[in-house]
């Protein structure tokens, strides 16, 4: 149980151009996910808090305009990268949180290129 | 702010072998602290974890032991398998976060050799 999956895989998109990438829990309902972003060789850094039905959290220095998150379902969020440059090449990974356990579970993650 | 500093890895062992990740943190107050593990092809899982000081996490024949006193959660296991091959990312939760804010360590890559 407690299974998030993600999709896309991989993708790899035109400068310029945008992308979105969702994140279902399977098996549960989460009020609550978040969205992850990891560089090489790096630790996982948080984006934004995406919470159903409400507008989400972003950490400070996230743009939100770029990277809108939408968390219309108890089991599916959305981030989608507008615009993407090739800087915003990363590994974007997202868990969702369930509640009776206050634990997050993560999801296998997303490897954008962006050319 | 509040950090966490793990040890870089590769960390190569043989099979058997005694197992040690060190992991140090900076935070106010008493955060939760976390191991979470990360087999090839999926997601990070939670592997052990502790709420308070003196606490020892464990699961899977890992531990670690919450020490206040040097602001430390190393990772211990005393004979690795092959299967054990991973990342490990320490991490924590600050004791303010309400929404499970988590605060993750850059990962240390383990290979365990048959």
């Known amino acids: 149980g407690a299974v998030v999956s993600q999709h896309p895989s991989w993708v790899i998109c035109k400068s310029g151009t945008s992308v979105k990438i969702e994140c279902r829990s399977l098996?549960?309902?989460?009020?609550?996910m978040f969205w992850y972003r990891q560089f090489p060789k790096q630790s996982l850094m948080l984006m934004a808090t995406?919470?159903?039905?409400?507008?989400?959290?972003?950490e400070q220095g996230v743009e939100k305009d770029k990277f809108l998150i939408n968390h219309a379902s108890l089991t599916l969020s959305t981030l989608t990268v507008t615009s993407a440059h090739p800087e915003d090449s990363s590994f974007y990974i997202c868990?969702?949180?369930?509640?009776?356990?206050?634990?997050?579970?993560f999801g296998p993650g997303t490897r954008l290129t962006v050319l | 702010g509040d950090s966490v500093t793990q040890m870089e890895g590769p960390v190569t062992l043989s099979e058997e072998a005694f197992l040690t990740i060190n992991c140090t943190y900076t935070?106010?107050?008493?955060?939760?602290l976390f191991w979470y593990v990360q087999y090839p092809g999926e997601g990070l899982q939670l592997l052990l974890k502790?709420?308070?000081?003196?606490d020892k996490g464990s699961n899977k024949g890992f531990e670690a032991t919450y020490r206040k006193e040097t602001t430390s959660f190393h990772l211990e296991k005393g004979s690795v398998q092959v299967s054990d091959s991973a990342v490990y990312f320490c991490?924590?939760?600050?004791?303010?976060?309400?929404?499970?804010?988590?605060?993750f360590g850059s990962g240390t890559r383990l290979s365990i050799r048959p």
């Open positions: 502790a709420t308070k000081a003196d």
């Open positions: 098996d549960f309902q989460a009020t609550t």
């Open positions: 991490a924590l939760s600050p004791f303010y976060s309400s929404a499970s804010k988590i605060i």
């Open positions: 868990s969702a949180r369930l509640d009776r356990v206050n634990e997050q579970f």
């Open positions: 995406s919470n159903e039905g409400s507008k989400a959290t972003y």
């Open positions: 935070a106010t107050g008493y955060p939760s």
